[in-house]
């Protein structure tokens, strides 16, 4: 299989966008409520990404924060 560079950073670049958004629309209805809440709604409500329990922790704390939170793709 032949992978065309640009039509992977497109890729990419829609991926991204998709998180973000996804993102933000949970942060409008989830930014600061306690971090157990934010776990327990994101498999059903949150961007649709496998996090380990430990990025999991750390996205809820950011959330419930109001605070930035860096997705990792990998």
């Known amino acids: 299989m032949r992978v065309n560079e640009s039509g992977m950073d497109a890729l990419f670049a829609g991926v991204a966008a998709n998180i973000a958004a996804a993102d933000e629309q949970f942060r409008r209805t989830h930014a600061g ?3 157990d809440v934010v776990i327990a709604d994101f498999a059903t409500h949150g961007p ?3 996090l380990t329990p430990t990025q999991l ?3 809820a704390e950011a959330v419930s ?3 930035p939170f860096e997705f990792r793709l990998s």
């Open 48 to 50: 649709a990404l496998e």
């Open 65 to 67: 924060g109001d605070k």
């Open 57 to 59: 922790q750390d996205y």
């Open 33 to 35: 409520l306690p971090v």
